[in-house]
């Protein structure tokens, strides 16, 4: 009996240290942590919005997506607001989270160049992202491990 009472103490030990070691990778520990966690999270949105505007413009003749609705996605998520445009230049996605408290960057935007970037560049690609007091710059995002 106090073998068991030993193995699930052992037990319980083992996974509460578990929890709190996942709790302490996901968080970041300070401003620049916490701005590549917003580039990867608004990047990967932009990912999948340019990949789908891809597939799009392929299997219609090269007629980029006017609209998220072309593409049957939503506007908005429960954290993301997310906008497409196109011009003659290309398709050009945008995420924006509804909530910026808390935040490094606003918002990011990136072109279909992004998909080609992450190709060639072992996943990481170039975003233009704007930070709270409104300057724009450009931030890479995304990794292989992605």
Request: with cysteine.
């Amino acid at each position: 009996m106090r073998l068991l009472l030993v193995f699930l103490a052992v037990g319980v030990l083992a996974c509460s240290r578990k929890t709190e070691a996942s709790e302490r990778v996901e968080s970041p520990r300070n401003a620049a942590d916490s701005a590549e966690v917003d580039a990867t999270y608004l990047g990967r949105e932009i990912y999948q919005l340019l990949d789908q505007a891809s597939a799009y413009r392929g299997s219609h003749r090269g007629r980029a997506p006017r609209s998220l609705r072309d593409l049957g996605v939503d506007s908005l998520t429960s954290d993301i607001a997310r906008a497409i445009t196109t011009s003659a230049g290309g398709v050009r996605a945008s995420a924006s989270y509804r909530d910026p408290a808390g935040h490094q960057f606003v918002s990011c935007s990136g072109e279909l160049r992004v998909l080609e970037d992450a190709v060639l560049g072992d996943g990481r690609y170039v975003l233009d992202c704007t930070m709270r007091d409104g300057v724009t710059i450009p931030v890479q995002a995304g990794s292989a491990l992605e």
